[in-house]
């Protein structure tokens, strides 16, 4: 099982990777067409489903231990 200090890491790794990806997204001219409501929608439909994975995932690591 990972420590505090890594999952902090592993968690900071991922919030780069994620913004980076997203500004990356938002450069794409198709994409820039969008209103900012539009996009507020979709990142927080990205982040409801992406804690919905984790907690699944984790509820199976938890079963398994």
Request: glycine share 12%; proline share 2%; net charge positive.
């Amino acid at each position: 099982m990972l420590n505090r200090k890594a999952n902090r890491v592993m968690a900071l790794v991922l919030l780069v990777v994620g913004f980076s990806t997203l500004f990356r997204i938002l450069g794409n001219p198709r994409v820039a067409e969008l209103h900012g409501s539009d996009i507020m929608a979709l990142t927080g439909c990205g982040a409801c489903i992406g804690v919905a994975i984790v907690g699944v995932l984790g509820r199976i690591h938890l079963r398994n231990d």
